[in-house]
């Protein structure tokens, strides 16, 4: 399971200097690195007694780690882990979205971590910002290079706008010497750049692809 190297910031609160804090979150560093390079400021929280994982996930919610009983000192000792999801900074409507506890739907796992980091994965997968796409359109002249960017906002329209200028090139009587059959972007991981096509007229070059951004 891979993520992003980059980390979200530390909480700002006076605790972060507490030894006791700073404690539970190196404990916890398998479960909260991953939260941090999902981009979520994530929390060792004490509630009624009991400390859990908060991470604040950016769309007005926030995720809670924690066991029924409460996150022990020592991560080992996890018998079961339950996952919720709430708004923020609320008592809203809580949503279960992992339960590992003896009670709880998924609880052949037990105190297993994969899971957990798989959930926190898909979950991060649904809220993660869709990809943009834009079209490409760049001339070649013994003169220089100029490239022209079409932002579009899905795949299907990045595909309309690549075949408009394609077929206005066409129209100018560009000869199109190079079209690779690449996969189609509308797959759910669609690659960097899955459209090109390169034309000629004369000494000059036209090239146009499509790039996920």
Known sequence: MSYNAKLAPLPDHYRVHDALWQSLYANYDHLI?????????????????????????????????????????????????????????TDGPVTVLYNSTRAGAHSDNGGEVDPVLTRIARLHSVLRPSRTYQVLSTIYTPFGAQTDTIPCATPVEANEVFDIHRQNLKAELWTEIYAPAWPSIEGPEPQPALRLSVLALGPDIAVLRITAV
């Open 33 to 89: 690195t991953p939260l941090r390079q999902n981009g979520w400021v994530t929390d060792v929280e004490l509630s009624e007694g009991a400390y859990f994982i908060r991470a604040t996930l950016g769309d007005g919610t926030e995720l809670h780690i924690g066991t029924a009983e409460g996150l022990p000192h020592d991560p080992r000792e996890v018998t079961g882990w339950l996952i919720v999801r709430q708004p923020e900074g």
